[in-house]
């Protein structure tokens, strides 16, 4: 049995961060992958789905282009050459990956999945290695909802779409939350028709009722057809490239006609899969792996770090993972999991940013708070880019004057969201932030203007 300072178990992005460190600490490192490197991000996520995301506004623009003055004639879409834009950029950054680490000193890769034997010991293929030290990032997976009939259908999932040879006709859409709405946004843009059906009242649900409001009408608007409250009942597989969706739509029955369907209901941890019963790993209700502050679980040399922990679900809560691991291995204790600021992004387009709470977590956390709002509509550099739709939500501590979150759906959103997340880790007033001078003309230079309309929330 070959023995290592610290076994790594799966690559997601915090592999990337952490690993390089170890190795050149000196400590011996076994990486065990049996899919490929650099997890859902890379593979799956943001790397291909940001790329379909650039050429889907190419098409955008280009047909918008008389809107400028400028005549582009008729677009036309070369969906093989899509395709392979998002494959090579997902397969290169998977294989530099890959090859990175196998030329890496004092690291072995173990390319297969692992489970864990004991406490100390995990079986990689027909191996059994041993460390002091385990962490787990082995990420999770689309969730797969049980309904009439999906065992008969040509159902895709995030990762399966990615495999498209063609462009589909009409694309049906099952969930209305982050995933679903990008595709839906993308393959609207390439050519589709697209549907999507959300069983919630909203889309977005985690978002305050105007955010969603307001992306349901700019996804509406590029010819969209959305439908909330319908729940689906039941799939039929009529023929090649011919689905059919049975829906109960406010207490009545509807079905429609897709070429796919795309399920976009979640995703699960990939915990079941790792034997942790061997091992005295606890997992919660859903299946993700409890952690504490430093990323450890209920066993004191196992840690999980990714979106098997539930502690974030995002790239760059993977990667701060990651480090607030290596503070406290290295024996820092600089960081921790309590620290951190919630802040995401969600890629339609024009992009939403967010940190902190959302306005409804504010009212709802006994607080005094302060807020303003501006339509982008306002913002002179948003009107001269023709790209006003969506809003500015900014929340504040009137006690404290610390910011408490914000919200900005709209041109560079996912951009100008930093300007908040940065100053929030400061803990200092708003008001120091209103002092601020910012380049004209941009979008980001009205954020501290726009302090000056906050009001008590009524």
């Known amino acids: 049995m070959k023995r290592y300072d610290v076994i790594w178990i799966g690559t997601g992005q915090a592999t990337g961060t952490v690993v390089p460190r170890l190795a050149k600490a000196g400590k011996t490192v076994a990486i065990a992958e049996g899919g490929r490197f650099g997890g859902s991000c890379v593979n799956y996520g943001c790397t291909p789905t940001k790329t379909m995301v650039a050429s889907a506004r190419a098409a955008y623009m280009a047909r918008r282009g008389p809107d400028f003055g400028v005549m582009t004639g008729e677009v036309k879409i070369d969906f093989d050459k899509v395709m392979a834009r998002q494959n090579n950029m997902r397969h290169g950054s998977s294989d530099g990956m890959e090859n990175w680490f196998s030329n890496m000193k004092n690291v072995d890769l173990y390319r297969e999945y692992a489970q864990f034997e004991g406490p100390n010991t995990v079986r990689v293929g027909k191996e059994i290695i041993s460390a002091e030290t385990i962490v787990i990032n082995a990420g999770g997976r689309s969730r797969v909802v049980q309904i009439d009939g999906i065992d008969e259908v040509d159902w895709l999932d995030n990762a399966r779409l990615l495999n498209l040879k063609e462009l589909p006709e009409h694309l049906v859409i099952a969930g209305g939350s982050y995933i679903g709405l990008e595709f839906a946004q993308i393959f609207r843009r390439l050519g589709s028709a697209v549907t999507v059906l959300e069983r919630g009242s909203q889309l977005m649900s985690r978002e305050d009722e105007d955010i969603a409001a307001a992306s349901l009408e700019i996804l509406e608007n590029e010819g969209i057809e959305i439908c909330l409250e319908a729940k689906v009942e039941r799939l039929s597989q009529l023929g090649k490239n011919k689905i059919e969706v049975s829906f109960e739509h406010q207490g009545e029955q509807k079905r429609i006609i897709g070429s796919h369907l795309l399920l976009a209901v979640g995703r699960v941890p990939n915990s079941d899969r790792l034997n942790l019963k061997a091992a005295g790993v606890e997992v919660d209700a859903r299946g993700y792996i409890e952690v504490n502050d430093v990323m450890q679980t209920n066993v004191p040399h196992i840690f999980a770090v990714g979106d098997i922990n539930g502690e974030g679900a995002f790239t760059h809560t993977a990667v701060n993972d990651g480090e607030i691991f290596w503070d406290h291995y290295s024996g820092d204790d600089d960081r921790s999991l309590k620290q951190r600021i919630p802040t995401y992004a969600l890629f ?25 709002t501006r339509p982008m509509k306002y913002i002179s550099r948003a009107k001269e880019k023709d790209e006003t739709a969506g809003l500015v939500k900014i929340l504040v501590d009137a006690d404290s004057e610390e910011f408490l979150g914000a919200a900005i759906l709209g041109i560079g959103g996912d951009e100008i969201i930093n300007l908040f997340t940065a100053f929030m880790y400061t803990g200092q007033s708003y008001k120091l932030f209103r002092r601020a001078v910012l380049a004209h003309p941009t979008v980001s230079e009205l954020m501290p203007w726009i302090l000056d309309d906050l009001k008590p929330l009524e």
């Not at 939403?352 to 303003?372: I, Y």
Request: overall charge neutral; charged content about 30%.
């Open 348 to 372: 339609i387009d024009p992009p939403l940013g967010r940190v902190g709470m959302s306005e409804k977590e504010a009212r709802e956390s006994g607080r005094s708070v302060l807020m303003a």
